[in-house]
């Protein structure tokens, strides 16, 4: 079966993350929503229908059913994508959810409501409940590893899941009433405490002494220490050391230095303003909890101080005294409005990639040249 992931025009309400990466490929909960078909119908393959320039990475098909990527599938949603009919299109509360063909006979789906995310600040703000779901996708049927006796839970052992490989000592494990998953060869250091939920993708490791809660993801092969509320780590990235973070989220390929910090609640405890990528300038939003969103391939220096609701782009390199600007935009180099030249930024985009035995490849290349010179 042929899925086609489809931006439905939404791609902008959420860069600077799907700066390179279609909606499918944003990660919440446990998976990215292209792993969560997967999961749901073994047998299906997976397109894009996203921004032109990355096509060369992410393809279109457009000889299969077509599917609203903002929507979080669940097993009944799943099932009835599975059994659609020619022609159809499934709809739910006023919005669609797939379709076969032109879509002309209109179904409304009945089961389960799925999940949808419509802004950047759902992925943190939903992902609560879309890491249940996922737990109990990733789970059923089956059996978690042993912990090790030199943890201590707190509440209910069942709400744990631990993957083959994982290393877990001498940690605090409370999943509350949500849940923690610890993904294969993942790695909690001695000395964490975490509150659920929490999700440890394939690889990811906790640092000593971390301090987790809220629902928190890390993505596969990401290193995080410190102090973490309602973050989620796209994959590959690190913050390895002392400091808070809260209601973010950090793409590919990024690293927080020692210390550095992020404000996610102004001090008069008002909504916050946020850069808007459609109207290109700072809007008001509706939220009141906003900390770091950040593109793949930015770093920051250490002891840098985040402002709430700032937004970084795609490869900057935030360093300097004083708070960086609630805007950064993509290749830019220090906080005073310089450019980070292409071949620099892919040198150090290199280097990091290098230490995992990671490549750049010719397609990832192809879209940050895209984005340095337009975007």
Known sequence: MKLILDDNGRSLNFAPLTITRPIGELRVGIFTNSERWEKLIPESKISYITLNYLQGKYPSDFDGIVVNACVIPNKELAEAVRNIKSNEILKFDGGWIAKEGRGEICVDYKGMPPLEIKERWD?????????????????????????????????DPSRIFIEKGASIEAAILSPGNGFIYVGENAEVMEGSIVKGSLAMCKGSVLKLGAKIYGATTLGPYCKVGGELNNVIFTAY????????????????????????????????????????????????????FMGLMMGDHSKCGINTMFNTASVVGVMSN????????????????????????????????????????????????????YISDNL
């Open 123 to 155: 992925l943190y703000q939903k992902n609560e409940q879309i890491l249940a779901q996922d737990f109990n996708i990733i789970t059923e049927g089956r059996k978690s590893e042993l912990l090790s006796d030199t943890n201590q839970v707190v509440g």
């Open 237 to 288: 990235s690190n913050k390895g050391h002392d400091g808070f973070m809260g209601n973010s989220v950090i793409g590919e390929w990024c690293n927080i230095g020692a210390d550095s910090n992020t404000s996610n609640l102004k001090n008069n405890y008002s909504t916050v303003k946020s850069y808007n990528y459609n109207t290109n300038k700072l809007e008001q939003t509706d939220i009141q």
């Open 318 to 369: 935030i360093f300097g005294a004083g708070f960086p600007p609630k805007y950064v935009s993509n290749f830019q180099w220090g906080t005073s409005g310089e450019n980070f030249n292409f071949e620099k930024a892919i040198e150090s985009a290199e280097n990091m990639m290098g230490r995992r035995d990671i490549q750049l490849t010719k397609e990832d290349r192809s879209i940050l040249k």
